[in-house]
């Protein structure tokens, strides 16, 4: 599947993706989504990753790529990265 049609079908959630849930530093519920699989080769950019925030909605959406290291296979990444990661890549992310 091309990258064009995995960037569509993503805004829908037919895209590859994996989800998680957990606690800010703040104690506030996020959900990270791993994204936008385009294969696992070394030129293959890393996941995409989406946070929202589970308990207000009205936070904007933040977003930014996975770390170096990381699976490029989306349900691997999410298997891979413990909260302490997820929330220093939060702390680093960029807002929608």
């Known amino acids: 599947m091309s ?9 829908d959630g037919a895209a590859d ?4 849930r957990f ?3 703040s104690g506030a519920t996020w959900e990270a989504e791993f994204s936008i699989f385009s294969g696992t080769t ?3 950019p890393r996941l995409l990753v989406m946070f929202r ?9 933040r977003y930014n790529q996975a770390p170096p290291g990381i ?10 990265m413990d909260e302490a990661g997820l929330r220093a ?3 680093r992310s960029v807002k929608v």
């Open 42 to 44: 070394q030129q293959s």
């Open 53 to 61: 925030n589970r308990d207000d909605i009205t936070i904007p959406q």
């Open 17 to 20: 993706s994996a989800r998680t």
């Open 89 to 91: 890549l939060l702390a």
């Open 71 to 80: 699976s490029k296979v989306p349900k691997q990444a999410v298997t891979e």
């Open 23 to 25: 606690k800010s530093e």
């Open 3 to 11: 990258l064009l049609k995995k960037l569509i079908f993503r805004m």
